[in-house]
């Protein structure tokens, strides 16, 4: 019984750590943070659907930051999350390592 009762409240103490990713848009000549930019995080699956598994939008706020909230996505025991292509206001700008359980960050200078 009290095996039953300390494995139980091992697994109940587990928490899963939320998966985040902040994109910060800023002006190239100034630094000046931009709000209400598109920011677009997606993968496309390339197998003949074109139908990404992941495509989120947001629109930057006054800081320039879009924050975007995969932890719905994770799964536990999965090494790594994702790799995701990044557009701005529709202009592919890159890529964003997505490390799972934690919050990665990228900076983006547009003109």
């Not at 390339?46 to 495509?55: A, R």
């Amino acid at each position: 019984m009290s095996l039953f009762i300390s494995s139980n409240l091992f697994w109940s103490c587990y928490k899963q750590e939320k998966t985040i990713a902040i994109i910060t848009v800023l002006d190239n000549n100034t630094n000046s943070p931009l709000e209400n930019v598109n920011v677009r995080l997606f993968y496309d699956n390339f197998n003949g659907t074109n139908v990404p598994i992941i495509d989120e939008e947001k629109t930057t706020s006054s800081n320039g930051s879009a924050t975007f909230d995969f932890s719905d996505n994770y799964q536990d025991g999965q090494a790594g999350f994702a790799v995701l292509d990044v557009e701005i206001n529709e202009v592919y700008m890159g890529v964003i390592n997505i490390v799972e359980m934690s919050t990665t960050e990228k900076v983006i200078f547009i003109p």
